[in-house]
């Protein structure tokens, strides 16, 4: 479905005001609260892109940059947390984990956090709203673009030492931009801002620093083109296959395929196909029903060497 903005963000909101809200005896204190949250952090999102101040700025273990808030020893003891553009809530039933989350926060520098009076989630939780005190928006509620696209560049680059690989900008689009998102926006990051973070991407892995590049993307093409590849590979198996031998592999086009086949129902009428390229490269599965070939791409690993 194709990315809008507005649509979007009312759907995100109205997710995130049910989940504080719908278990509280007073509803309506619950909502004002949200609003002023809304105000303060932004729009709810869902996940957040890896260059985000919340996630840079805790200390990690790890060299690697954490990818969600609870990956992170600083955020220890959130429960039931909702995301939003500048920060999130978290609504823990413990209020000694609550108090000490906002200690711990409030010891790192950039990073804001504090206790709600008024209860969200349930009337037995103690929420804890954190946010990242540097972090300023567009008039769209996107953040501010000169920002987003320091943050992100300084997160590229510190990356590159280690890679091994360059990933284009269709396998890495969910990182650098967030969820929900487009082909180059989200809720965190507008067109303007998100068209120029692939111009980045692309520029540094033209240079080399990361190395070859590693996959093509079938997310860059359209879904007309996805189908008919997904299709092609679903026959192509169908055809190939000798019903003693669920397990097998066939050539398409210089490519080795692995294949497994099997009766759905074990009544004739269905068949399970799954295909797959080298080590998830590319991964279709789909059933042939009579004679008639319906197909689901499994686009998280659908990747062309």
């Known amino acids: 479905m194709e990315f809008r903005y ?35 952090l932004g729009n709810s999102v869902e996940r957040y892109p890896n260059w985000h101040p919340i996630l840079t700025l805790p200390p990690h273990k790890h060299q690697k940059t954490a990818s969600s808030i609870s990956e992170l020893k600083a955020y220890a003891g959130i429960d039931h947390t909702v995301l939003f553009v500048k920060g999130f809530v978290t609504c823990p039933y413990s209020e000694d984990e609550a108090n000490q989350l906002v200690k711990s926060v409030n010891a790192i520098q950039g990073l804001f956090a504090e206790r709600l009076q008024t209860p969200l989630y349930s009337d037995y939780a103690y929420p804890v709203v954190i ?64 068209g120029h973070m692939r111009k980045i991407l692309e520029a540094l892995n033209n240079s080399g620093m990361y190395g070859p590049i590693r996959e093509w993307s079938l997310e860059m093409l359209s879904e007309k083109k996805r189908k008919a590849i997904s299709e092609t590979l679903i026959r192509t198996a169908i055809n190939c296959w000798e019903k003693s031998c669920n397990n097998f ?41 009579l004679k008639k070939i319906s197909y689901n791409l499994a686009t998280q690993m659908a990747n062309v060497h």
Request: proline letters at 1%.
């Open 6 to 40: 507005p649509v979007a963000v009312a759907e995100a909101n109205t997710r995130a005001l049910n989940t504080l809200t719908k278990n509280l005896n007073d509803s309506e204190a619950g909502r004002e609260v949200f609003n002023k949250i809304l105000i303060e």
């Open 131 to 194: 946010q990242a005190s540097d972090i300023e928006l567009e008039a769209d509620g996107t953040i501010r673009s000169r920002d987003a696209l320091a943050w992100c560049t300084q997160h590229l680059v510190k990356n590159a030492q280690n890679a091994e690989v360059a990933e284009t900008w269709w396998s890495m689009r969910s990182c650098i931009l967030g969820h929900p998102h487009g082909s180059r926006s989200s809720l965190l990051v507008n067109q303007h801002t998100g």
């Open 249 to 289: 592999e066939f050539e398409l086009r210089g490519e080795t395929c692995k294949a497994e086949i099997r009766d759905t129902w074990n009544d004739g009428d269905e068949l399970s196909v799954r295909v797959m390229i080298g080590d998830y490269d590319l991964c279709v599965s789909g059933f042939s029903i």
